[in-house]
């Protein structure tokens, strides 16, 4: 059983549509992050969340962290094929291990 | 741009031999982590280090893999005897602090026939 679940696995959409991705867990995390991968490339990190509640946005991309700090989303708003890539939950564990969810392949049509 | 850099980026390789990976992380950065990726089981944490020292490799196969830092500037992964289900992008991480973001490398995509 993984720590962080991630879903939908796989999304497929058209530029212009709006998406939503999900990361849960029966954990409590003190802050939880999302990063981006791209083909070729290591992740890349796109946001930090501390507070249950906490909502942060980046351009199209919001973040919000639940209220119990148990799970996350991330809705993406007129999606272009740019924002096509892996999107990626982690969380930092016992030791100051961080943890990633299998992630989200999402692919945005032109 | 400060980055994370890894090498070597593809490594092709038989059963058997010995593979080395190594890593440069950021400028100071004190922490340093190993993560292999694969299709079936995503990101999974081989080993970190914090301030040179290593914290947890209990992610490793001991019997094989072996992760160490002989300096600040250098982060070395190594697999000996290498195997086909070792195939893999492996990516090297640096950061500073507790729960600070991590900056990866583009990885080594290593395959074992």
């Known amino acids: 059983t993984q720590l962080l679940e991630q879903s939908p696995q796989f999304l497929s959409i058209q530029e212009g549509e709006n998406l939503t991705v999900y990361c849960n867990s029966s954990s409590v995390f003190s802050s939880l992050q999302w990063y981006r991968q791209e083909p070729g490339e290591g992740p890349v990190l796109l946001v930090t969340v501390v507070t249950g509640g906490e909502v942060k946005k980046l351009k199209r991309l919001t973040f919000q962290f639940g209220d119990a700090r148990k799970d996350s989303s991330l809705h993406i708003t007129a999606a272009q094929p740019g924002d096509t890539g892996l999107y990626l939950c982690?969380?930092?564990?016992?030791?100051?291990?961080?943890?990633f969810g299998e992630g989200t392949q999402l692919t945005v049509n032109p | 741009d400060a980055r994370v850099t890894q090498t070597p980026r593809h490594k092709v390789t038989e059963m058997g031999q010995e593979v080395t990976m190594r890593c440069q992380p950021i400028l100071g950065h004190n922490t340093v982590f190993w993560y292999r990726q694969t299709m079936m089981q995503g990101l999974e944490l081989l080993a970190y280090f914090r301030n040179r020292a290593p914290l947890d490799d209990s992610g490793m196969p001991k019997d094989r893999f072996s992760a160490e830092m002989p300096d600040a500037t250098l982060a070395t992964l190594k697999i000996q005897p290498s195997e086909p289900r070792d195939s893999a992008v492996y990516f090297c991480a640096s950061g500073f602090g507790k729960g600070k973001s991590l900056h990866f490398g583009n990885g080594t995509r290593l395959t074992v026939t």
């Open positions: 982690a969380a930092e564990t016992s030791g100051s291990r961080l943890t």
